[in-house]
């Protein structure tokens, strides 16, 4: 169970959700001085009203004071507009690990700090040890740590998980014990703070919907799509195409509006080589190694619970093809010790672990070879 010892000003940052709830109730039940805090972000779907109306709830029944701070303008310029600028050039932005960064453990732990706060605390399943080492939370199924590695190691010392070493199975068993009123209200889906809503639908009527070709390796028309900026490498689409079997869309190309695919995925499609831009380091030693021109070997992913994979990575350089930038040191290497179908998306977050599922950093993939 989680434990602090020292008696703190907390604020905790409620979503209207059962976690932060029970995050919330732990830390006041060890003596702590709780305080909640909603995030207003960018209401699409207008669940964020309900959203609302569950966290005062939540901080009434717990008897806290309850704050709720409007961040929508700051919420759309720092992660919406991200997002549409990303999917604009074809790639595919992570708005879960901007929103951390930039929202709950941007904005709002500096706001909650400027009340007085000696730290912040979520709903996240994620492990805090000693002198900031982010590692998984116990619950595999429910793990968030690769949504936290932008979070600023200076700021991990005063974050707390308290969720970190419980089983959602426990957390909801916690909810019910303690008579928290959104005790069986179910997960959210959609993204942080956008709410439930067609994805798709809002970038179609954000960037417009364009219909183009999709084609073969050797550009041969095969079917249609209805938008470049809809798909993502390596996912498989049943476009509108002759043989109506799906196809795996494995390059895009904005400026034709064209998508290539194939029918069946084999090994010459999958990479063993990729580079990575905006390079941020949480573990210390690994960070010295790699500016010391080291390679270090870690666990990866490129995407959420994807089963991690080992590579070696080092910063700046080139291989097989492979140019880096001439600011070498903000971009790292990644090559893994076989080809495999890992789909590392321009745009998307690779996040560096140990083998004991400590997070040791990440970087935004930019591109590989195949």
């Known amino acids: 169970m989680f434990k ?19 995050a919330a109730y732990l830390l006041k039940q060890e003596g702590h001085e709780v305080l909640g805090g909603f ?10 009203d309900s959203d609302a109306e569950d966290a005062a709830k939540v901080a009434a029944h717990l008897d806290i004071p309850f704050y709720v701070f409007d961040m929508e303008k700051e919420y759309e310029k720092r992660v919406v507009d991200y997002l549409l600028d990303g999917y604009k050039k074809g790639v595919t932005p992570n708005p879960d690990v901007v929103c951390n960064s930039e929202i709950k453990f941007g904005l709002f732990y500096d706001q ?93 009527e954000k960037l417009g919907a364009k219909e183009g070709d999709v084609v073969d390796v050797v550009g041969n028309v095969i079917g249609s799509h209805y938008g470049v900026h809809l798909y993502t490498i390596g996912q498989r689409h049943g476009f509108v195409n002759k043989t109506n079997k799906p ?60 089963p991690a994979f080992a590579c070696d990575v080092r910063m700046g350089g080139s291989r097989n093809g492979v140019s880096l930038p001439p600011v070498a040191g903000e971009n790292l290497l990644v090559t893994l010790k076989k080809r495999q179908a890992i789909f590392p998306a321009a745009g998307q977050s690779f ?20």
Not at 39 to 48: E, L, R
Not at 183 to 197: E, H, N, T, V, Y
Not at 247 to 255: E, F, G, N, R, T
Request: aromatic share 10%; charged share 30%.
């Open 4 to 22: 602090k010892e020292k008696k703190e000003k907390i604020f905790v940052a409620l979503s209207g959700g059962v976690d932060s709830a029970v």
């Open 39 to 48: 995030i207003k972000g960018y209401n699409v779907d207008g669940c964020q």
């Open 112 to 204: 909650a700090m400027k009340l007085g706060a000696d730290a912040v605390a979520s709903g996240h399943y994620a492990i805090l040890k000693p002198r900031m080492h982010l590692y998984e939370a116990k619950d595999k199924t429910k793990d968030q740590s690769y949504f936290l590695w932008q979070v600023p190691k200076e700021r991990l010392e005063k974050i707390l998980f308290p969720l970190g070493k419980l089983k959602k199975d426990t957390v909801r068993a916690i909810a019910r014990k303690a008579g928290l009123p959104n005790a069986d209200k179910k997960d959210s889906q959609g993204i942080c703070f956008l709410g439930k809503f067609d994805f798709n639908e809002f970038l179609k």
């Open 247 to 306: 196809l795996y869309v494995i390059a895009k190309d904005v400026a034709r509006n064209t998508l290539t695919a194939v029918h069946e995925w084999d090994d010459e499609l999958n990479t063993d080589q990729f580079i990575t831009r905006g390079v941020m380091m949480l573990d210390v030693r690994s960070e010295k190694k790699l500016k010391d021109g080291e390679v270090i070997r870690v666990y990866g992913r490129c995407r959420y619970h994807q």
């Open 351 to 370: 996040v560096m672990y140990t083998g004991r599922g400590k997070v040791l950093g990440g970087a935004i993939i930019q591109g590989y070879e195949n």
